[in-house]
Nanobody, 119 residues
Framework: VQLQASGGGLVQPGGSLRLSCAASGSIFSINTMGWYRQAPGKQRELVAS???????NYADSVKGRFTIPRDNAKNTVYLQMNSLKPEDAAVYYC??????????????WGQGTLVTVSS
Protein backbone atom coordinates (compact mmCIF):
# COMPACT_ATOMS: atom_id res chain seq x y z
CA VAL A 1 0.00 0.00 0.00
CA GLN A 2 1.32 3.47 -0.90
CA LEU A 3 0.10 6.97 -0.22
CA GLN A 4 1.40 9.45 -2.78
CA ALA A 5 1.10 13.06 -1.68
CA SER A 6 1.58 16.07 -3.91
CA GLY A 7 0.77 19.75 -4.22
CA GLY A 8 3.06 21.43 -1.74
CA GLY A 9 5.06 24.52 -2.57
CA LEU A 10 5.71 28.15 -1.82
CA VAL A 11 2.77 30.50 -1.42
CA GLN A 12 2.38 34.03 -0.13
CA PRO A 13 0.38 34.75 3.01
CA GLY A 14 -3.28 34.88 2.13
CA GLY A 15 -2.81 32.53 -0.78
CA SER A 16 -4.16 29.05 -1.47
CA LEU A 17 -2.79 25.59 -2.13
CA ARG A 18 -4.39 22.24 -2.76
CA LEU A 19 -2.74 19.07 -1.61
CA SER A 20 -3.63 15.66 -3.01
CA CYS A 21 -3.02 12.17 -1.66
CA ALA A 22 -3.81 9.02 -3.58
CA ALA A 23 -3.77 5.58 -1.98
CA SER A 24 -2.81 2.65 -4.14
CA GLY A 25 -2.00 -1.03 -3.81
CA SER A 26 -3.92 -3.92 -2.36
CA ILE A 27 -6.68 -1.96 -0.67
CA PHE A 28 -9.91 -3.57 0.45
CA SER A 29 -11.43 -0.51 2.09
CA ILE A 30 -10.40 2.81 3.60
CA ASN A 31 -11.84 4.12 6.82
CA THR A 32 -10.52 7.54 7.78
CA MET A 33 -8.18 9.64 5.64
CA GLY A 34 -6.51 12.75 6.88
CA TRP A 35 -3.72 15.25 6.87
CA TYR A 36 -1.17 15.92 9.58
CA ARG A 37 1.58 18.50 9.63
CA GLN A 38 4.86 18.95 11.39
CA ALA A 39 6.70 22.25 11.66
CA PRO A 40 10.38 22.43 12.67
CA GLY A 41 10.78 21.85 16.38
CA LYS A 42 7.13 20.92 16.84
CA GLN A 43 5.20 17.72 17.18
CA ARG A 44 3.17 16.30 14.36
CA GLU A 45 -0.43 17.46 14.65
CA LEU A 46 -3.72 16.56 13.05
CA VAL A 47 -4.90 19.16 10.55
CA ALA A 48 -8.06 17.53 9.23
CA SER A 49 -9.62 14.13 8.73
CA UNK A 50 -12.60 12.65 6.94
CA UNK A 51 -14.35 9.33 7.38
CA UNK A 52 -15.57 7.11 4.58
CA UNK A 53 -19.03 8.50 5.24
CA UNK A 54 -17.90 12.08 4.88
CA UNK A 55 -17.73 13.21 8.51
CA UNK A 56 -14.95 15.74 8.96
CA ASN A 57 -12.80 16.94 11.81
CA TYR A 58 -10.58 20.03 11.75
CA ALA A 59 -7.96 21.50 14.00
CA ASP A 60 -9.22 24.74 15.52
CA SER A 61 -6.38 26.63 13.87
CA VAL A 62 -7.62 25.79 10.36
CA LYS A 63 -11.38 25.83 10.75
CA GLY A 64 -12.99 28.07 8.20
CA ARG A 65 -9.86 28.14 6.03
CA PHE A 66 -9.16 24.50 5.11
CA THR A 67 -11.44 21.85 3.72
CA ILE A 68 -10.83 18.13 3.18
CA PRO A 69 -12.70 16.73 0.20
CA ARG A 70 -12.42 13.03 -0.54
CA ASP A 71 -13.03 10.95 -3.67
CA ASN A 72 -13.78 7.41 -2.50
CA ALA A 73 -13.83 6.04 -6.05
CA LYS A 74 -10.24 7.22 -6.55
CA ASN A 75 -9.02 6.49 -3.00
CA THR A 76 -7.91 10.09 -2.91
CA VAL A 77 -8.10 12.80 -0.29
CA TYR A 78 -7.41 16.47 -0.82
CA LEU A 79 -6.63 19.39 1.43
CA GLN A 80 -7.82 22.72 0.14
CA MET A 81 -5.95 25.40 2.05
CA ASN A 82 -7.12 29.01 1.77
CA SER A 83 -6.06 32.18 3.53
CA LEU A 84 -2.73 30.63 4.36
CA LYS A 85 -0.70 32.05 7.22
CA PRO A 86 3.02 31.80 7.94
CA GLU A 87 2.19 29.50 10.85
CA ASP A 88 0.69 26.99 8.40
CA ALA A 89 4.16 26.33 7.01
CA ALA A 90 5.13 22.72 7.67
CA VAL A 91 5.63 19.34 6.11
CA TYR A 92 2.18 17.91 5.48
CA TYR A 93 1.63 14.17 5.70
CA CYS A 94 -1.38 12.27 4.51
CA UNK A 95 -2.70 9.36 6.49
CA UNK A 96 -5.14 6.55 5.87
CA UNK A 97 -6.60 3.93 8.17
CA UNK A 98 -7.41 1.07 5.86
CA UNK A 99 -7.95 -2.65 5.34
CA UNK A 100 -5.95 -4.70 2.87
CA UNK A 101 -8.27 -7.64 3.40
CA UNK A 102 -10.33 -9.16 6.18
CA UNK A 103 -7.62 -8.24 8.65
CA UNK A 104 -7.46 -5.50 11.28
CA UNK A 105 -7.09 -1.99 9.92
CA UNK A 106 -3.62 -0.57 9.55
CA UNK A 107 -2.27 2.97 9.38
CA UNK A 108 -0.48 4.12 6.24
CA TRP A 109 1.44 7.37 5.77
CA GLY A 110 2.48 9.38 2.76
CA GLN A 111 5.97 10.71 2.25
CA GLY A 112 5.24 14.32 3.23
CA THR A 113 4.98 17.42 1.13
CA LEU A 114 6.47 20.77 2.12
CA VAL A 115 4.30 23.86 2.38
CA THR A 116 6.10 27.19 2.73
CA VAL A 117 4.16 30.37 3.42
CA SER A 118 6.28 33.43 2.96
CA SER A 119 6.30 36.75 1.17
Amino acid sequence: VQLQASGGGLVQPGGSLRLSCAASGSIFSINTMGWYRQAPGKQRELVASITSGGSTNYADSVKGRFTIPRDNAKNTVYLQMNSLKPEDAAVYYCHANLHTGLDPALNAWGQGTLVTVSS
